[in-house]
Structure formats: structure tokens, C-alpha cells
């Protein structure tokens, strides 16, 4: 027998996962990270083309055809035919300037691909610990509906001899309406929330083993301390490297690349003869100085936002942190003086009813404790919730 209840429970264990362990799943197969895993396998190709120089220019040219006798090339020198080919040299660095800029998208996009796994994570456990929270309550409502149907049996027993009984009845038969009303509502919100965990992890999952205890915070210092770790803080870092390297760009661009063109011409008759053209575009009509105007200013702007998020970021850290420490000090007044207080009287009055005491009163602390159980259920979800969200605003999964 003990092995079969060893069995069963090594079963049961084996079909329900831990929350890192569908997180881990979730990263192999969900489709917003395929989707980023794709742009970087175009931006390593993006790398490779910004080391390519342009394509060649190749024209063909027959010059002087005479209408009167178009197919004839012989009817003066000035008839030839040529092919020629033009090749623009890439010059001073712009090669590796543009390798830096598109090594620096690249950055940008890891850092997305980042950012999307600690949020997808974050997402994950949300869902999970909700899950669990709603779980919990409908146990505990199942616990005080039984209870409460125990209650108006002895309340019914009561009938022939306490005055107070049938309201007393009445009163229970309402508190389980209420809890059976309860109940239904948490199912549903739990089955919106499994279907949201579902499409998280890409399947369904029957449980997640998960537990609502909870310990002491650590200290804020600690998180302030990893901010920088933070995927989006990096991503605001990338993007003003970003804007650096299109400035580099911005500012080579004052000094033109030179072209050589290369022609071979055929004359009928006459000597062939080739020619070469060397050249390069005139920057005189101001382009490049507002192309790199244009880029100053996104640097700036980029500055601006890396002040921004980090302030933005401190203050999202020490908001949590306060509902973090809300948390764990509300659930220690109701483990440690809430609970116990109202157990103690609970066990008074159920020995009060012995007696022939008041049956109303036994129904108002029996609510009461109920609340409290739920209370103590929602405030450890609460601290396990904004722990996800800590974490996540440190770049932790």
C-alpha cells in the first residue's frame, strides 16, 4: 500500500512543472521570441552587406546612328560602338563605419530579444501565482461550505428549543449562498487566467507547483543596485550608441567616395580606343550638414531618454519595494495576531454553542474568519506578484 501511495504521488508530481521549468519551455517555442530570433538573423546578414561595395555600373553606348541608314557603322569616324563601367570606391573608414552602426542595430535587437524573455517571465509567474491564489480561495470556500451546511443542521436540531434558531438557520443558509456565489466568480476568473497562461506557455498545463510562502524582503539598496541590469535601461544604452555611429556616418559623409569609369570603344575602320573618368559628387547643397544636424540631435534626444528611464526606473523600483514590505508586514499581523486571536475565540464560541449559547454570533466569526484566511491568501499573492515584477525591473527571470 505504501508503495502504491508513493507511486501516485511521484505521478502527480512529475505531471505538474515548476514555474522556472515552464519558463524555460516557453523560451524554446513561443513566437514573439521566434520573431525577434529572425530579425537577428537578418541583421547578420545586414552586417555582411554593409562591407559590400555598390554594384558596378556597366552601359553600352552606339553612338551616331544615322536615320537614313541606321544599320551602317561605317559611314564616318564619328560612328563607334562602346561599353564602359563605373565603380564607386568606398573611402576613409565609411566600410567600418557602417559595420559599427549595423553591429550596433544588432545590439538594440538583442537587447529586445532580452527584454521580451524577462517579460515573458514576468507575464508567466503573474499568471502562475494568480492561479495558485484563486486555487487557494476555492479550497478554503469548499472547507467553510462544508462547515457552513454542518452549521444549519445543528442550527434545524436547535428548531424545537432556541427562539433564535431560525434566524440563526437563515442566516447560515445565506453565508453559504454567498460563498457558493464566491466560488463561481474565482472559477471563472481562474479560467480566464489559465487560458492566458496557456497561450504564455505555448500549451496547457493541468498545475504548476508553486508556494505562496513568503520571507523577509531583501533591502532596496539591492535593487537600486542592479538597475543597470535592467534589458530596457540597456536597450536606451544601445540605442544611444546607436545614435553615435549614425553620427560617424553622418559626419564621413562631408567627404564624398570617388568613382573611377572605365570605357572600351569600337570604331569601324579606325583604331580602337578606350578612356578613364575619375570624379566624385559635390557636397554643396547642404544635405550632409543637415544629415548630421539630424543626427546630433538624436543623440541628444537619446541622452535625454537614458536620464529619463533611469529616474523613471528608481522610482517603479521603490514603489514596488514599499508594496513589497506592505506585504510581508500585513501578512505577519494576520499569521501571527489576526489568526490566532480569532481561532481562539472561534474555539470559545463553538463551546459556547455547546452550551446553548447564541447561534448568530458563531456565524458572524465563522465570516470573519473566512475574510481573514482570504485575506492572508490575497496579501502572499500580492507579495509573490510584486516580487515577479521586481525582479523582471532588474532583468532577473
Known sequence: MRLLLILFFSLSTLSADTIDTLIAQAFKKHPSLDAIQQRLAQMDTRISLSQKWADPDVSLNINDIQFGDPLSRDLEPMQYQAISAKQQFPWFGKLEAKKIYALSQKKEILDSYAMAKVTLAKEIRLSAYTIKELNERIKILHKYKIVSQQNIELYTSYASTQNKSHSSSVTASLLLSQLKIREERYKAILAQQKAKLTY???????????SLDISKPKSLQYYLHRL??????????????????????????????PYVKVGYFNRQEYADYASVNVGISLPIYGRQEDQSEISRLAILEANSAILDYNSSLKSEIERMHITLNEA???????????LPQIA???????????????????TRLLEEKLALEEERIAIQATYWRTQAQLNALIGEI
Open 344 to 362: 481562539h475565540m472561534f474555539d470559545l464560541s463553538q463551546a459556547s454553542i455547546q452550551n446553548g449559547a447564541d447561534l448568530f454570533a458563531y
Open 200 to 210: 504564455l506557455l505555448q500549451k496547457k498545463v493541468s498545475s504548476v507547483v508553486s
Open 328 to 338: 510581508y508586514h500585513i501578512y505577519n499581523i494576520i499569521q501571527n495576531e489576526s
Open 228 to 257: 543597470p541590469n535592467n534589458p530596457s535601461y540597456i536597450m536606451q544604452e544601445s540605442k544611444q550608441k546607436t545614435a553615435h555611429a549614425q553620427q560617424t556616418l553622418s559626419d564621413l559623409a562631408h567627404t564624398p567616395d
